[in-house]
């Protein structure tokens, strides 16, 4: 080192080829790099240079688009491994995903993008299975698809956790990241499209032999996190055993959404907000999610975690969080990874375990026809409302209603709030006045509108009421036909911001287990039946009925919003 008078970068990229295997293992004389640190008798700044960057700190590590957005495109290098190539979620969210961050310029100039399964196909058999959904994937030409898949390649493997196959896939990454030495740093996200089963074995041999030796490595995984508050923290325990917290990000897609990414902006930029965001002028708040379609298929996966696991307890439950929170410290920058998640955390301790007397299920009429249901009695339900309350000083008696079917008479997501009766204006104007409601609505469409109480046209006086709207797609996107970005790009992108404010933290994930634990285990002990609803519909009556008696909502049936 000396001799050759190598910089601190110079080195560690050296000291990384000698040591493919991973910076733990010893050589043949049995030194390890830190040994051969101290022999090389570096200066104190370049020895503490070089250690930080092997025990993965480098100096380079901050350097992403949340920070210099022109060094981190043509100074450093990317490599993402999407481990789980070969299935659903990685050809029809992940690879899409990365090509619209690709296409739009926002990765490195420098990235290759590594697929890991199990299937043994060649790097020309993975492009040819996801050229056609990359293609209907977004507004990309054929020569922007085909320019991305130029820098995907395959590495198969007899496990998630074959470390040969990881060795070898290594010293692939390595090889290219020495091609391109003279770049500040060399980043590493790995995506786990796949099962939780593996995770453990994926993790180990990531740690092994494939960390990133100048520059950071990122951990990007999937729901679901556990079935309840006892499996979620045997999960919990193998991934930070492994790594730490900087590491992982817990990827829920509703928090990557326009609309619960615009709360914040919503709640902490506009005076009339904050001030209405209250139990002294909010009635109740409905989270809700429909699909028009079943299991479809699905059915052998769906019937082992049923609508409360795969929707509400993170989901619906992570939108409440932001719709509830008291204002973090930052929203934005580098402090609100932690102020934000800090906030969401505080509503979820100050909510009690639900029960049973705050619950309504229900299941589609021919739900177990599915074929790939194996219990034809089963009792897993398709449909759920769930009452919840936040016990502290702003939110104490209003009811959050979680809301989520299948089989359902639309495809909608939304958030809406019930704002209480305006006083005294059934007096005023002998009638019953509708409620105001704010609606912002997630999926199809995103919008945001106010239901407001405005005079009948002619020469009546009595109040109706209409909409103040703000439509996303016809206010933003229309005109220009650009696309509003999807919520995983949108996500995958804040990874290599290193923005962890919209992943989920471990204290978040283990303490709504511990709110939703209780319940699951006394439905499925109790074997509670949820109740049967014809298909095409609002889902079981006894629902509405709930919503209405119990939390403290009124429909307002006259009203129908202008599509």
Known sequence: FRILGLNSAEVVREIAMAYPEGVDVKNKWGETPVDLIDKAELSPKMRKQVCRALQGKDIGEEISPAGDADVFKQRTSLVIVVIGASGDLAKKKTYPSLLNLFGDGLLPDKVIIWGYARSAITHEDLRAKLKPFLLKSGNHTEEVVDNFLSVCFYRSG??????????????????????????????????????????????????????????????????????????????????????????????????????VQNLMVLRFSNLWFERLWNRNDVACVILTFKEPFGTEGRGGYFDKFGIIRDILQNHLLQVLTLLAMEPPVKVDGPEASQKVRDAKVQVLNSMPPITLDDI????????????????????????????????????????????????????????????????????LFDNKCPRNELVMRMQPKEAIYMKTNVKTPGFSTTPIQAELEVNYDTRYYERTGEVNPDAYTRLILDVLKGRQAAFVRDDELRRSWEIFTPLLHQIEQNDVKPIIYKQGGRGPKEADDFIRDKCNYIRNDEYKFQK
């Open 158 to 259: 007899k496990a998630y956790g074959d470390v040969d196959a990881y060795k070898a896939m290594n010293s692939e990454i390595v090889e290219y990241e020495a091609e391109h030495h003279a770049l500040v740093s060399h980043n590493r996200l790995f995506y786990f499209a796949i099962p939780p089963n593996v995770f453990a074995e994926t993790g180990i041999a990531i740690k092994q032999c494939a960390m990133a030796h100048r520059g950071w490595t990122r951990i990007i995984v999937e729901k679901p996190f556990g079935r309840d508050l006892g499996s979620y923290e045997a999960l919990s325990k193998t991934l930070t055993k492994h790594f730490t917290e900087d590491h992982l990000y817990r990827i829920d897609h509703y928090l990557g959404k326009e609309m």
């Open 360 to 427: 309504v299920l229900g299941q589609y009429e021919g739900y177990a026809d599915d074929p790939t249901i194996e219990n034809k009695d089963s009792n897993t339900p398709t449909f759920a409302v769930i009452r919840c309350f936040v016990q502290n000083p702003r939110w104490a008696g209003v009811p959050f209603i979680l809301k989520a079917g299948k089989a359902l008479d639309e495809r909608k997501a939304e958030m809406r709030i019930q704002f209480k009766d305006a006083p005294a204006a059934e007096f």
